[in-house]
């Protein structure tokens, strides 16, 4: 059995699916077969870049959502927020995401532990705003940096500003993916897309990492916002199951016009088997998002996991995973025109 030794993953963060960005995904896996440990080859970074988390084995299917408010829970009623992006042509949105994470592999008489860490910077440029409020955006990177200390060896450390000949093996296919044409985003000014029926859209060119669940109507403190989820996991290499995930928003305050909402995900399916566990390690993280609700955008998010799994590859092993995921937002950044659509793709990273 193949378990992931890195969450790189973001916002991306939350419980939702999160595509666009190469660096989400795992710089490597590590393969524990009868209670040893063995690295493995690295994965190959995916296009998608809805920032932060990334479930091993693990594919988002859909996202039913439920709403309650603070009167459904006793709770006392005040001033209601309409909690909405606003998007300006041609305006830049830049975020740093700095993910940290360790895992802990124990066996027989050994022990292995992983440290991984990714810093990158991403700048989004604004177009095509429309009267409803949703746009267009293209993204590049600006900065990225990752590591992996495995063990007692030293540090693998990668950064966009070396050469290609210069990355190490583990990280080149993710440096090849980071030259090219800027993707682009379709950006919703109601946060993530539902369809009638409440199940999350996803859109065809990828998720930027900065879209969270936003509530359909105004909310007040205290009122909580909800979505099931399915993620697949792996039996055997022919066979996945279906696992319901439950995410609950909720509104804790709102001080000097930033909303401040808990996330907060945990698993609904009935779970055994130490393989499935072993796979939803990251899949239930807990967090805030700090959303500035005049300008229209999220500000801050941090997300947190530490799980655990007992006999995760035999009698008498274990295996665990903590990790933190911070992204925030940065101030626009004076870009040349001609550089707008160029980011890492014009830097030293080249052949």
Same mark, same amino acid.
């Not at 807990?286 to 530490?306: C, H, S, Y």
């Not at 590859?313 to 911070?326: D, I, R």
């Given at each position: 059995?193949?378990?992931?030794?890195?969450?790189?993953?973001?916002?991306?963060?939350?419980?939702?699916?999160?595509?666009?960005?190469? $660096?989400? =995904?795992?710089?490597?896996?590590?393969?524990?077969?009868?209670?040893?440990?063995? =690295?493995?080859?690295?994965?190959?970074?995916?296009?998608?870049?809805?920032?932060?988390?990334?479930?091993?084995?693990?594919?988002? *299917?859909?996202?039913?959502? /439920?709403?309650? $408010?603070?009167?459904?829970?006793?709770?006392?009623?005040? #001033?209601?927020?309409?909690?909405?992006?606003?998007?300006?042509?041609?305006?830049?949105?830049?975020?740093?995401?700095?993910?940290?994470?360790?895992?802990?592999?124990?066996? #027989?008489?050994?022990?292995?532990?992983?440290?991984?860490?990714?810093?990158?910077?991403?700048?989004?440029?604004? $177009?095509?705003?429309?009267? %409803?409020?949703?746009?267009?955006?293209?993204?590049?990177?600006?900065?990225?940096?990752? /590591?992996?200390?495995?063990?007692?060896?030293?540090?693998?450390?990668?950064?966009?500003?070396?050469?290609?000949?210069?990355?190490?093996?583990?990280?080149?296919?993710?440096?090849?993916?980071?030259?090219?044409?800027?993707?682009?985003?379709?950006?919703?000014?109601?946060?993530?897309?539902?369809?009638?029926?409440?199940?999350?859209?996803?859109?065809?060119?990828?998720?930027?990492?900065?879209?969270?669940?936003?509530?359909? %109507?105004?909310?007040?403190?205290?009122?909580?916002?909800?979505?099931?989820?399915?993620?697949?996991?792996?039996?055997?290499?022919?066979? %996945?199951?279906?696992?319901?995930?439950?995410?609950?928003?909720?509104?804790?305050?709102? #001080?000097?016009?930033?909303?401040?909402?808990?996330?907060?995900?945990?698993?609904?399916?009935?779970?055994?088997?130490?393989?499935?566990?072993?796979?939803?390690?990251?899949? $239930?993280?807990?967090?805030?998002?700090?959303?500035?609700?005049?300008?229209?955008?999220?500000?801050?998010?941090?997300?947190?996991?530490?799980?655990?799994?007992?006999?995760?590859?035999?009698?008498?092993?274990?295996?665990?995973?903590?990790?933190?995921?911070?992204?925030?937002? *940065?101030?626009?950044?004076?870009?040349? =025109?001609?550089?707008?659509?160029?980011?890492?793709?014009?830097?030293?990273?080249?052949?």
């Amino acid at each position: 059995m193949t378990l992931s030794l890195n969450a790189l993953l973001m916002f991306s963060l939350l419980a939702s699916p999160i595509t666009d960005d190469p $660096t989400q =995904k795992a710089p490597q896996d590590g393969e524990v077969k009868g209670g040893s440990v063995e =690295k493995s080859s690295a994965a190959a970074p995916d296009k998608n870049d809805d920032g932060g988390r990334t479930l091993p084995k693990a594919t988002y *299917l859909e996202d039913d959502v /439920e709403f309650f $408010t603070a009167a459904d829970s006793g709770e006392k009623q005040g #001033e209601s927020y309409l909690l909405r992006y606003q998007f300006k042509d041609g305006e830049q949105l830049r975020y740093q995401t700095t993910q940290t994470m360790t895992q802990e592999a124990v066996g #027989e008489n050994q022990r292995k532990i992983d440290i991984s860490t990714v810093m990158q910077k991403r700048r989004f440029q604004v $177009t095509d705003v429309r009267k %409803n409020g949703d746009a267009s955006a293209t993204m590049q990177f600006e900065k990225v940096h990752m /590591e992996l200390k495995s063990g007692d060896l030293d540090p693998i450390v990668f950064d966009s500003s070396m050469t290609l000949k210069e990355v190490p093996r583990l990280y080149q296919a993710a440096a090849r993916k980071l030259r090219g044409v800027a993707p682009e985003f379709e950006l919703s000014a109601a946060g993530i897309k539902l369809d009638k029926e409440g199940v999350e859209i996803a859109p065809e060119k990828g998720r930027a990492c900065f879209m969270v669940l936003l509530p359909q %109507n105004e909310v007040r403190i205290g009122d909580t916002w909800k979505s099931t989820l399915e993620v697949e996991v792996r039996l055997t290499t022919k066979v %996945n199951r279906t696992i319901r995930l439950l995410r609950t928003h909720r509104l804790t305050k709102v #001080e000097d016009g930033i909303a401040h909402i808990t996330v907060s995900t945990s698993v609904m399916s009935p779970v055994v088997s130490v393989q499935v566990k072993s796979q939803l390690l990251q899949a $239930t993280p807990q967090g805030t998002i700090q959303f500035d609700i005049a300008r229209g955008r999220v500000v801050r998010r941090e997300l947190n996991f530490d799980k655990s799994v007992l006999g995760a590859f035999g009698a008498g092993t274990m295996l665990s995973a903590k990790g933190k995921t911070v992204e925030e937002l *940065l101030p626009p950044a004076k870009v040349a =025109k001609s550089d707008r659509n160029e980011g890492i793709s014009s830097s030293r990273l080249s052949d």
